[in-house]
């Protein structure tokens, strides 16, 4: 690695850190212009403006606003982003039990929808202009443009009303057999790839097909290359910051995709703990559940960022 790789890495890397340090910001401060607080939610019919001012003070929530950022910042860089104003435990704790199974669900649809995605956006490059190609890009833009919402619609209704193969809701605990973990994950798991794989795979196409126009490629036809080594040996080694980012970006909707099916199918994940706090006003609960959403997202951005700059030619030459 030369002097000028290493330097755009750290200037992504230092990038990253102050978005992430903006993002905080952002958090906070529009999370608290949410309607009503925790101690209204906690109080209910029965909140008095002495007992929410007296819950309030509990809370922390009559400090200033600066104040409670950087008290909160601290906490959230020590690893201790606060109690819950709700259940009152702490914040890392509730999340520590949820997060590995929103990261096993995210890992399942990576496993499933990356090899899928990539192999239809490279056979589908390779036959461009093709009935086969035509045919991956009619259900790219079809999958692209139904909402995930619907497809987990459509899905409890043909294989949990109508087949009855599998449960409407996600029934994670007590899996002992890989049949009760595919039965448990098989609808989350389509509902993501649908929209996943189709946008991976058009990206793929397109990166692949950039580097099959290139006249290296060219001279490789002439020389009497075939299609399947043209693919593997020229186009796809300069396609892999190309097909990173691809992949990254289209998980990268995971993110927000795994909010709404894990809302569906009753998934317990940290999505589903993210909408119960929003809905109680558990302010510590959420700002610290978006800042992990958030994190992750330029983490995959980071690294697809740092991929394409190590597996740019260009930069590799001293």
């Keep these: 690695m030369n002097s000028t790789v290493g330097r755009l890495i750290a200037q992504r890397l230092a990038l990253g850190i102050l978005t992430l340090l903006i993002v905080s910001v952002a958090v906070f401060f529009i999370t608290n212009l949410l309607p009503g607080d925790a101690a209204q939610a906690a109080l209910g019919q029965a909140a008095t403006p002495e007992l929410l001012a007296a819950l309030r003070t509990q809370f922390g929530l009559d400090q200033p606003a600066p104040l409670r950022y950087f008290s909160w910042l601290s906490g959230l860089l020590a690893g201790q982003p606060g109690i819950s104003l709700v259940n009152h435990m702490p914040v890392a704790q509730l999340i520590g039990g949820r997060l590995p199974s929103s990261l096993l669900l995210a890992g399942v649809t990576a496993a499933v929808s990356v090899p899928i995605a990539l192999t239809l956006g490279i056979?589908?490059?390779?036959?461009?202009?093709?009935?086969?190609?035509?045919?991956?890009?009619?259900?790219?833009?079809?999958?692209?443009s139904i909402p995930e919402f619907l497809v987990a619609t459509i899905a409890v209704l043909i294989f949990a009303v109508h087949l009855h193969w599998l449960s409407a809701l996600s029934h994670t605990a007590g899996i002992t057999t890989f049949a009760q973990f595919v039965k448990a994950y098989a609808m989350p798991v389509i509902t993501l790839c649908c929209v996943i794989v189709a946008q991976m795979s058009r990206m793929t196409r397109a990166a692949v097909i950039d580097q099959l126009t290139s006249s290296y490629v060219e001279m490789a036809v002439l020389k009497g290359a075939g299609p399947v080594r043209i693919v593997l040996r020229h186009a796809l080694p300069n396609a892999i910051g190309p097909i990173v980012n691809a992949v990254a970006l289209s998980l990268s909707y995971l993110l927000g995709g795994v909010i709404i099916v894990e809302s569906i199918f009753n998934y317990p994940g940290i999505?589903?703990?993210?909408?119960?706090?929003?809905?109680?006003?558990?302010?510590?609960?959420?700002?610290?559940?978006?800042?992990?959403?958030?994190?992750?997202?330029?983490?995959?951005?980071?690294?697809?960022?740092?991929?394409?700059?190590?597996?740019?030619?260009?930069?590799?030459?001293?």
């Design 123 to 144: 056979t589908s490059a390779m036959y461009r202009g093709s009935k086969y190609d035509r045919a991956v890009n009619v259900m790219a833009v079809s999958m692209v």
């Design 271 to 318: 999505a589903t703990l993210m909408v119960d706090a929003v809905t109680t006003r558990d302010m510590p609960l959420v700002q610290a559940c978006a800042m992990i959403f958030c994190a992750a997202y330029l983490m995959l951005v980071l690294f697809a960022d740092i991929v394409a700059i190590v597996a740019n030619p260009k930069l590799r030459i001293k």
